[in-house]
T-cell receptor, first 111, second 113 residues
């Protein structure tokens, strides 16, 4: 039973355009959501997070949107850069639980 | 600050052999975690330690044991390696237990033949 789903295994975007990565969750107890970025042969690095009391959090080129009623969150990258090419993992937690990760979306930003 | 370090980076084992993966963090974090990453499977939690002296099972603990040696170090042991344990293993740490920002090491790529 996958509680965090990233339904797009990959996404291709041109440099300068917007990248939108999506994530759905099923567990109503989740109240904190995170995005991680992972380059090949490296560990994941924390990118941005959002609490369920908010519907948007912005950090530079990265914005995460949360739609609690739809149990959906998205990561927007504007403008996209070739260095953003990586695998992006969505993760969620609730209460004192540990993180539950999605399977990841590979983003390719072409010049 | 080195952050989270893991040794070794690569390892090849034969079925039935044992080995210990080492992890250390220098961020004075209380909580530490072991994950495995398999193609198309995302990151799955093997074991975690919410604080020094405690360990708990995660989603996929079978075939593994852990030791929280001190606040800095958290090791993962495979007593009798199986081909199904071929994976990339990541250690992570966080300042507080639970689902908050975790900081990951570079990973250990393990192949069991």
């Amino acid at each position: 039973d996958q509680q965090v789903k990233q339904n797009s295994p990959s996404l291709s975007v041109q440099e300068g355009r917007i990248s939108i990565l999506n994530c759905d969750y099923t567990n109503s107890m989740f109240d904190y959501f995170l995005w991680y970025k992972k380059y090949p042969a490296e560990g994941p690095t924390f990118l941005i997070s959002i609490s369920s009391i908010k519907d948007k959090n912005e950090d530079g080129r990265f914005t995460v949107f949360l739609n609690k009623s739809a149990k959906h969150l998205s990561l927007h990258i504007v403008p996209s850069q070739p260095g953003d090419s990586a695998v992006y993992f969505c993760a969620a937690s609730g209460g004192y639980s540990t993180l539950t990760f999605g399977k990841g979306t590979m983003l390719l930003v072409s010049p | 600050n080195a952050g989270v370090t893991q040794t070794p980076k690569f390892q090849v084992l034969k079925t039935g052999q044992s080995m210990t993966l080492q992890c250390a963090q220098d961020m004075n974090h209380n909580s530490m975690y072991w994950y495995r990453q398999d193609p198309g499977m995302g990151l799955r939690l093997i074991y975690y330690s919410a604080s020094e002296g405690t360990t708990d099972k995660g989603e996929v603990p079978n075939g593994y044991n852990v030791s929280r040696l001190n606040k800095r170090e958290f090791s993962l042991r495979l007593e009798s390696a199986a081909p199904s344990q071929t994976s990339v293993y990541f250690c992570a740490s966080s300042g507080v237990a639970g689902g908050y920002e975790q900081y990951f090491g570079p990973g250990t790529r393990l192949t069991v033949t």
